[in-house]
C-alpha cells in the first residue's frame, strides 16, 4: 500500500474592499454565490483538498478585509503564506492600479 504524500499550501487572497474577494472564494471552496454584499471582519480562512498525482494537497485559502490597506493587516496574518491571489474589479481601474500595491506588499512580508 503506498502512501500518499500530504501539502498544506497556505493562499492568501488580497485586493481592495468590496471587489468580491470573499465571493470568489466561496464559489471555489463551497461552489455557492451570494447576491448579497457582507463585509469581512478582520481575516477569515477556508480550506479545499485536492488530488494532484499522488500527492494530497490542502489550500488553506485566507480572505482579507479589504479596507485594511497594505501594512495594516500586519505580519502574523502573512506568516507562512505560500503565494496570495490578487483580485480586482473589472469596473473599478482604481482597484486594478492598487493591485501592484497589494503585491508588493506580499513580497515584502514574506520575505
Known sequence: ?????RTLLKVIVLGDSGVGKTSLMNQYVHKKFSQQYKATIGADFVTKELQ????????????TAGQERFQSLGVAFYRGADCCVLV???NVMRSFDNLDNWHEEFLKQVE
Open 1 to 5: 500500500m503506498s502512501m500518499r504524500r
Open 88 to 90: 480586482y474589479d473589472v
Open 52 to 63: 494532484i498525482d499522488d500527492r494530497l494537497v490542502t489550500l488553506q485559502i485566507w480572505d
